[in-house]
């Protein structure tokens, strides 16, 4: 990972948020109580919209890095 990649960290946070909703499901096969319903609504479900609020601001961020690291080249050139 270079030095102002974001993408290869939000892919991995992507890909870890995908995995827990696999585990999680899994989990649900076998554990669906009160406690199992509890933990969902606050543990689980609060994870996907900040993480997808995270990805969309690493997204974001990315642009204004990739415009200053094109700023300071075209700069650079002159």
């Known amino acids: 990972m270079r ?3 974001l993408s290869s960290g939000a892919s991995r ?3 870890a948020l995908k995995q827990l909703n696999l585990k ?3 989990a649900t096969a ?4 009160v406690r199992a319903k ?3 609504k606050d ?3 609060p994870l996907t919209p ?3 609020e995270t990805l969309d601001a690493l ?3 990315a642009e204004v890095l990739d415009r200053a690291i094109r700023d300071v080249s075209d700069s650079d050139g002159m």
Do not use: P, Q, T, Y
């Open 38 to 40: 509890s933990f969902h």
């Open 59 to 61: 997204s974001r961020l």
């Open 30 to 33: 076998d554990w669906h109580d």
């Open 3 to 5: 030095v102002g990649d």
């Open 43 to 45: 543990h689980i479900d």
């Open 24 to 26: 999680w499901e899994a």
């Open 50 to 52: 900040s993480v997808k």
């Open 13 to 15: 946070l992507a890909n």
